[in-house]
């Protein structure tokens, strides 16, 4: 068993290295808009509030398998009517790695406007008064007050949508993508040993948001803006 596992292997390593490049990418781009999001819910307008609160409402409340689809069969579908009616382009492929992680992104940056939300309200806001009769600018005060205290109390939110994100990453084998998932269930297939392929997945996974999990512990107790416990 383990001589087939070896023939299939760098198959499957080369679609774990698809599958952690989805999720780099993904909670890169989830992080930007769960900033933007926070910063808009929380100082922006009513109607920059009412979209935030729109926005997160519907990802929330649609399954992740449903949008997965969604975005790529209907955006290419609605990208092609727009370029047919338009006039202004052709017929576009759109490429399944990044609908995949355009998806994974728009779904977990929901999560991270309330994890981003949640630790801003939670810095005193005696700190940022004091920082202002200080004099200093809103860039210094944000840099030197806000930012390390806000990324202290995000960073376990963080950590949990990580780890959720890195299973989410699956998703992206139901539209073709060749990632760990899609390469061990085509050699599963074509061996008829689907429970050994899915085994080495779930191991591979296991590893992968081990040694994370880990990474943000450390990460977590390094930048904890509450004092350590003597």
Do not use: C
């Not at 997965?68 to 492929?93: H, I, K, P, R, S």
Request: proline share 3%; glycine share 10%.
């Amino acid at each position: 068993m383990l001589d087939l596992v070896k023939i299939y292997l760098p198959l499957i390593l080369s679609g774990t290295a698809v599958t952690i490049a989805v999720a780099v990418l993904s909670l890169s781009g989830s992080l930007a808009i769960g900033l933007l999001g926070a910063l808009f819910s929380l100082t922006g307008s009513r109607f920059s509030r009412n979209i935030v609160t729109a926005y997160t409402t519907l990802i929330r409340g649609v399954p992740d398998l449903v949008l997965m689809l969604l975005f790529y069969f209907g955006g290419q579908m609605l990208l092609n009517q727009l370029g047919a009616t338009t006039g202004l382009w052709d017929y576009v492929e759109v490429s399944a790695f990044g609908a995949g992680t355009i998806t994974i992104a728009i779904i977990f940056g929901a999560y991270m406007i309330e994890t981003f939300r949640g630790a801003a309200l939670a810095i005193p806001k005696g700190q940022i008064e004091a920082g202002l009769a200080f004099g200093l600018s809103r860039w210094r005060l944000f840099t030197r007050i806000i930012w390390p205290q806000l990324l202290g109390y995000a960073l376990p939110g963080i950590g949990n949508n990580w780890q959720i994100l890195m299973k989410t990453t699956a998703l992206v084998s139901v539209i073709g993508l060749q990632d760990m998932v899609f390469n061990s269930f085509q050699a599963g297939r074509t061996t008829r040993h689907m429970f050994v392929f899915m085994g080495v997945a779930m191991i591979l996974y296991l590893i992968i948001t081990m040694i994370s999990g880990a990474v943000f512990h450390i990460l977590t107790h390094r930048y904890n803006p509450q004092p350590k416990s003597r």
